[in-house]
């Protein structure tokens, strides 16, 4: 079982409203991803992080922004929730170096009415 | 950027037989083919994985094969089980820093 976690596992919020989605690890990783799953289940890579300090985005745009202050801990915050952002939201961690395993997050099911 | 495609998108089997799930993808740098399998509720699991220099690798039941030339690669289950119904995501990465993935396979195993 990977060590990662998230929290909450879902959320229901009113539009425009401020959300820290958590998400951390205890391996150590270097890298971590924040993905959005949507209802086909395709997962779109919204932003990853080399190490600390280090922040990118992904490939699908995103108005949540993320922080990596501490290497085990990588917050994805949405400023002004509104219904568009309702999905799934995984995070993920992988070892430093060239490509590895992903170890995925449980996941946070966020609503936004 | 690279792009990966999956079929099929859903997959009936009846259990003992096999399955296979088939990626191509379009950036000939990549050189990392993971495959995940996510159960309802869960995050995806890495169930295999294989890098450019092989072209098959084996892990009891399940295989992955890989054709570089041709970029696709594929899984193969073998004696299906009703635990392995669960949604099968294969993807595509050259450094690590982004994955790309398929559209996902929902696989059903009929008992």
């Known amino acids: 079982e990977a060590d990662i976690y998230q929290t909450p596992r879902y959320l229901v919020i009113g539009t425009g409203k401020k959300i820290t989605l958590e998400c951390s690890q205890t391996?150590?990783?270097?890298?971590m991803y924040w993905y959005q799953q949507d209802p086909g289940m395709e997962l779109h890579l919204i932003h990853y992080?080399?190490?600390?300090?280090?922040?990118e985005k992904g490939d699908l745009s995103s108005e949540s922004t993320v922080s990596r202050i501490r290497t085990e801990h990588f917050p994805l915050t949405l400023e002004s929730a509104r219904p568009s952002h309702t999905s799934q939201y995984l995070c993920?961690?992988?070892?430093?170096?060239?490509?590895?395993?992903?170890?995925f997050g449980p996941g946070t099911r966020l609503t936004v009415l | 950027g690279e792009n990966v495609e999956q079929h099929p998108s859903t997959l009936s089997v009846q259990e003992g037989d096999s399955a296979v799930i088939k990626c191509t993808y379009s950036?000939?740098?990549?050189?990392?083919f993971p495959w995940y399998k996510q159960e309802l509720g869960k995050g995806p699991q890495l169930i295999i994985d294989?890098?450019?220099?092989?072209g098959e690798k084996k892990d009891q039941r399940i295989a992955v094969t890989l054709n570089k030339t041709a970029k696709h690669f594929s899984l193969h289950i073998t004696e299906t089980q009703p635990e392995d119904s669960a949604v099968y995501f294969c993807?595509?990465?050259?450094?690590?820093?982004?994955?790309?993935f398929g559209t996902g396979t929902s696989l059903t195993v009929i008992p």
């Open positions: 992080s080399y190490g600390v300090n280090s922040t």
């Open positions: 993807a595509a990465s050259t450094d690590g820093n982004q994955f790309y």
């Open positions: 993920a961690s992988s070892g430093a170096g060239g490509p590895r395993e992903q170890f």
């Open positions: 294989i890098r450019s220099n092989v």
């Open positions: 950036d000939s740098a990549s050189n990392y």
């Open positions: 391996m150590g990783h270097d890298k």
